[in-house]
């Protein structure tokens, strides 16, 4: 009995953690959501061959008046960058600081991933396109505001807003997610 009452709870718990809404239910708790549902999967690191225990929490580095509030994965120039998650090219975009970048997102388009640096696009890259996690999708670089002596993956995870603007993300660590999964 005690069992099937467990199982009864588990079974509510896993229904209500899927809805979104329900009353009672606030907006924090709803972004936890989403956080929860990234660390049930598994990712990859986006540098294949690269380790967990290489991986320095770098979110929290100043950079000015603001935080880094990403992963800084370093790794010689052309070495391929995967996608970390199953999803879809968002975004093809170069930017100031970021050079070359891709944003990709999950199949739920509950988040992006934000790939930046790049020294190139996968060949045929293109916006839409479906990917699976570990197709390559880039090099590693350093486009933007990189030293030019200095190649990294700079990484990025993005929580979507309503709207699901790609530009409009709220940044959560990377770290916590690939410390805990080891996939390449
Ligand atoms: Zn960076």
Avoid: C
Wanted: aromatic residues 10%; glycine residues 8%; proline residues 7%.
């Amino acid at each position: 009995m005690a069992r099937l009452v467990t199982s009864i709870a588990v079974v509510f718990l896993a229904s209500a953690w899927a809805i979104t809404g329900v009353p009672g239910t606030s907006l924090a708790e709803a972004i936890d959501e989403v956080e929860a549902r990234l660390f049930a999967r598994t990712l990859a690191i986006p540098v294949p061959g690269v380790e967990p225990s290489q991986l320095r929490d770098a979110y929290y580095d100043r950079r000015g008046a603001k935080l880094h509030e990403a992963l800084d994965i370093l790794a010689p120039r052309g070495t391929p960058v995967v996608a970390t998650d199953d999803g879809y090219v968002v975004k093809l975009f170069r930017s100031v600081p970021g050079g070359l970048t891709v944003y990709q997102s999950d199949t739920a388009n509950e988040v992006v991933f934000y790939y930046a640096h790049l020294d190139r696009y996968a060949e045929g890259l293109r916006e839409g396109q479906r990917v699976q996690r570990g197709d390559v999708i880039g090099y590693v670089g350093t486009t933007g505001n990189a030293a030019s002596d200095n190649p990294h993956l700079h990484f990025a995870i993005f929580k979507l807003p309503p709207g699901k603007e790609w530009w409009k993300g709220t940044p959560i660590n990377p770290l916590p997610f690939y410390k805990r999964h080891v996939a390449n």
